[in-house]
T-cell receptor, first 118, second 117 residues
Framework: DAGVIQSPRHEVTEMGQEVTLRCKPI?????LFWYRQTMMRGLELLIY????????DSGMPEDRFSAKMPNASFSTLKIQPSEPRDSAVYFC????????????????FGNGTRLTVT | AQTVTQSQPEMSVQEAETVTLSCTYD???????LFWYKQPPSRQMILVIR??????QNATENRFSVNFQKAAKSFSLKISDSQLGDAAMYFC??????????????FGSGTQLTVLP
């Protein structure tokens, strides 16, 4: 099992540019989460999907942020236009809530994408 | 609403010694899980240990154990026989159990643990 795969590992871009972060969840997992980690705010949930459908996007900071999950094996988080305050590490995580329907489904994190907006 | 507080930004421990990381939380949920995650320099978040709030017995995983005090809303992590590989940022987290929850984790601000050789 390759785990949750995120790309790119690092992204440096200029203010105003569009940024797309990618995530491949663990095969068979039906829930996917996007988190953002900053020194100031720690780890925050941005959005989560269940069976490819966005369930809770209340953590998405602004309309500049959007996330999609076109199929069970791929998700993107897009920032357009990017701003310096978006600089952070963005994590994707997945879990199997079907297998663990009666217990707590373990959450598996990817290695994150470090985004720097200059 | 949930909040998780880690009051120790940094801790250090001598190799082979024992260290305890503190965590307090607040939640309006009646049933919830508590977790400790480890984040090494590789950045990946790794689950260390978890505790179901309805269980009185403290969870243990090899050298890692917790002291769960439900009334005090305290959830500390004890690392015994500390090893150099234990050096990392440790996050305490909580998550409600209710079916209507967003299944989201609320994280504390983290404690950076240094293991001294």
């Amino acid at each position: 099992d390759a785990g949750v795969i995120q790309s790119p590992r690092h992204e440096v871009t200029e203010m105003g540019q569009e940024v797309t972060l990618r995530c491949k969840p663990i095969s068979g997992h039906n829930s996917l989460f996007w988190y953002r980690q900053t020194m100031m705010r720690g780890l925050e949930l941005l959005i989560y999907f269940n069976n490819n459908v966005p369930i809770d996007d209340s953590g998405m900071p602004e309309d500049r942020f959007s996330a999609k999950m076109p199929n069970a094996s791929f998700s993107t988080l897009k920032i357009q236009p990017s701003e310096p305050r978006d600089s952070a590490v963005y994590f994707c995580a997945s879990s199997d809530t079907v297998k663990y329907s009666k217990t707590d489904p373990p959450l598996h994190f990817g290695n994150g994408t470090r985004l720097t907006v200059t | 609403a949930q909040t998780v507080t880690q009051s120790q930004p940094e801790m250090s421990v001598q190799e082979a010694e024992t260290v305890t990381l503190s965590c307090t939380y607040d939640t309006s949920e009646s049933d919830y899980y508590l977790f400790w995650y480890k984040q090494p320099p590789s950045r990946q978040m790794i689950l260390v240990i978890r505790q179901e709030a309805y269980k009185q017995q403290n969870a243990t995983e090899n050298r890692f154990s917790v002291n769960f005090q439900k009334a005090a809303k305290s959830f500390s992590l004890k690392i015994s026989d500390s090893q150099l590989g234990d050096a990392a940022m440790y996050f305490c987290a909580s998550r409600p159990l209710s079916s209507g929850s967003a299944r989201q984790l609320t994280f504390g601000s983290g404690t950076q643990l240094t293991v001294l050789p």
